[in-house]
């Protein structure tokens, strides 16, 4: 694979961080999660394809034991609050002291300065102060996060993930690591340039919720069946505009322009009531094949048996019948093989990986008796 014979040592935290570890575990790298000893449960779902190790970083010994493995890897991802890893003598200046071919990834929701930087937040929040969540949400309503997606996953995992992998093309150049700065804020504004750049062309002149692609327009929204579901429009273009106005059985004629903002809750008024009329399953027979732009609106449980994803396999499951979406993108020489094995238990693979890295038994034997470190693997090789 793309990533095969990249290490990375992630620090175990919440959503972002896991998801950018999966996303390079996904694409071949070996990841080693490192988890706390003494936890209760794995609270890392997103954990694929990587391996575990327990380490009691209160200790001296789990310090530098957490040290060796780092400078010995080429990537660290943490996803502590700033100044966390300095207090244990492991910052990127000591570590890259030692091994100046390092990637330190840091994600955070505030990045490593500023007067946020030491502040608390979740996705919510960094999306508040990035600029988008003010455009989110429909007209005369409050703004809405969508689910914790922007700011912890596109601006926070996939592009520390995008950063990591640069940093590691640019080293195959100059032989030398760096510090990748992952601010969750300036990832969803980033995410948002479109937006942002698009200002000048009139796309976003109106309020929150009275744009074109924000649910102002009649054009681009969901519309509910009469069994209940939903059918997803995107007839933007005149082109498509007219199929949408084919399977609806409209006359443009009977219509206001498609154009004719003022006139856009008349046709909302007229498309709602035209799709409550059918089904779900009616609208998808009567716009299959035809360029409108309208699809329905799928669950998680029907989504790996759409004709489309089912052809692509777009969909894996794990060895417990566990659904998830495949990697992407798709790489036509090295694509990504996902691990079908269930996610590793906190410590699972301890033993294996210090081994990996020049311990010999005795010293792990050692660690394991003064709790530096736990092993839960079923079967330990000492």
């Known amino acids: ?28 790298a070996s990841v080693i999660r490192v988890d706390r000893t003494k936890m209760a449960m794995n609270i890392d779902t997103q954990a694929r394809g990587k391996r575990s190790v327990a380490i009691n970083l209160k200790t001296a010994a789990g310090v530098s034991l957490l040290k060796k493995l780092c400078v010995q890897s080429d990537v660290v991802l943490e996803p502590y609050r700033k100044g966390v890893m300095e207090k244990l003598g492991l910052g990127p200046q000591e570590l890259l002291k030692e091994n100046p071919r390092l990637i330190y990834a840091r ?76 601010s969750m804020v300036e990832g969803a504004a980033y995410v948002g340039s479109f937006v942002w750049k698009s200002h000048r062309i009139g796309m976003w002149n109106n309020p929150r919720g009275q744009n074109m692609l924000d649910s102002g327009a009649p054009f681009y929204d969901t519309y509910q069946t009469s069994d209940g579901k939903y059918m997803a429009v995107g007839a933007i273009e005149s082109q498509f505009y007219k199929e949408l106005l084919k399977g609806l059985e409209l006359d443009s004629a009977e219509l206001p322009e498609q154009m004719s903002f003022n006139d856009w809750p008349k046709l909302r008024h ?25 699809t329905p609106v799928l669950s998680f449980e029907e989504v790996s048996s759409h004709p489309h994803n089912q052809q692509r396999g777009s969909f894996i499951k794990d060895q417990s019948g566990e659904e998830s979406p495949r990697p992407a993108p798709v790489l036509d020489r090295t694509p990504a093989e996902p691990c079908l094995k269930a ?14 890295y020049g311990l010999k038994a005795e010293q792990i034997e050692q660690l394991l008796a003064t709790g530096v470190v736990e092993s839960h693997a079923t079967k330990t090789k000492l």
């Open 1 to 28: 694979m793309a990533l095969a014979g990249v290490r990375v040592i992630e620090l175990a935290g919440l959503a972002p961080a896991p998801f950018c570890g999966m996303i390079l575990a996904d694409f071949g």
């Open 107 to 182: 994600l955070t929701g505030y990045g490593q300065n500023g007067p946020l930087a030491l502040a608390a937040g979740h996705d919510i929040n960094y999306l508040a102060i990035s600029g988008l969540l003010s455009r989110l949400g429909r007209s005369t309503e409050k703004p809405y996060a969508p689910l914790n997606l922007v700011a912890d996953f596109a601006g926070g995992g996939l592009s520390c993930a995008l950063g990591i992998v640069l940093a590691l093309l640019e080293r195959t150049k100059s032989g030398k690591g760096q510090i990748v700065d992952a």
């Open 270 to 294: 007229i498309f709602t009531e035209r799709f409550a009329s059918k089904t779900l399953a009616e609208w998808t027979r009567i716009f299959e094949g035809t360029d409108a732009c309208v």
């Open 343 to 356: 996610d590793p238990m906190v410590g699972e693979h301890t033993v294996e990986v210090l081994e990996e």
